[in-house]
């Protein structure tokens, strides 16, 4: 409690100055949330200040929640950075628009799908393929990869349930991962091939 002025401070100094309104008091309080896990984790023996601690894991969760908000990846958000560079005029690659303004300007929303009896989006055509690789793979790394992708669990929790750690899950699902790339090629290549 006495460090959330300290948490507030450390997460303004983050957040980029042209973020007003409502998106800055949340990612005000995504910092002290950061906090929160700091105080949690905090273990003093290992030589470094509460105070040095709670700042980088205060200034990391605020970064996390604005890339969480950021509708560009990563190298997408690199590659419009690397362009705006060399053509200072360019646009935004995305924009936001209130729903309000978008009524208000005559956008007329379309009623939603029906639901048609079948199935419920096109499949891959790719996904007979994956199937078959899946039923290949140890016991082990097909769980893993199903927990992963199917289930969409993190890497603790896929640990929690198989009883490994979060770097021994995300070995086994690295190795995985490699098997079904290169088994998915070889199949590729044989269906070229016939």
């Known amino acids: 409690m006495a460090h959330l002025k300290f948490a507030r401070a450390v997460a303004f100094r983050t957040i980029d100055p042209r973020c007003y309104g409502a998106d800055r008091e949340d990612l005000i309080a995504w910092g002290v949330l950061g906090l929160v896990q700091a105080a949690q984790r905090y273990r003093d023996d290992r030589g470094s200040s509460f105070s040095a601690y709670a700042a980088s894991r205060v ?80 016991r082990l790394e097909r769980s893993v990869l199903l927990l992963s992708y199917g289930r969409g669990l993190t890497l603790k929790e896929i640990g929690r349930q198989l009883g490994l750690s979060e770097s021994g899950v995300c070995r086994v699902r690295s190795r995985a991962l490699r098997k079904m790339r290169r088994r998915c090629a070889v199949d590729a290549v044989r269906e070229a091939a016939s």
């Open 59 to 138: 200034r990391g969760q605020v970064l996390d929640a604005l890339r969480e908000r950021d509708p560009l990846t990563r190298s997408a958000r690199r590659a419009f950075r690397s362009a705006r560079e060399a053509n200072a005029e360019l646009e935004s690659p995305f924009s936001e628009m209130s729903l309000d303004k978008a009524l208000d300007a005559g956008y007329e929303p379309r009623p939603s799908l029906t639901v048609r009896p079948g199935p419920r989006c096109p499949r891959d055509p790719r996904w007979p393929e994956v199937a078959r690789g899946l039923r290949t793979l140890p």
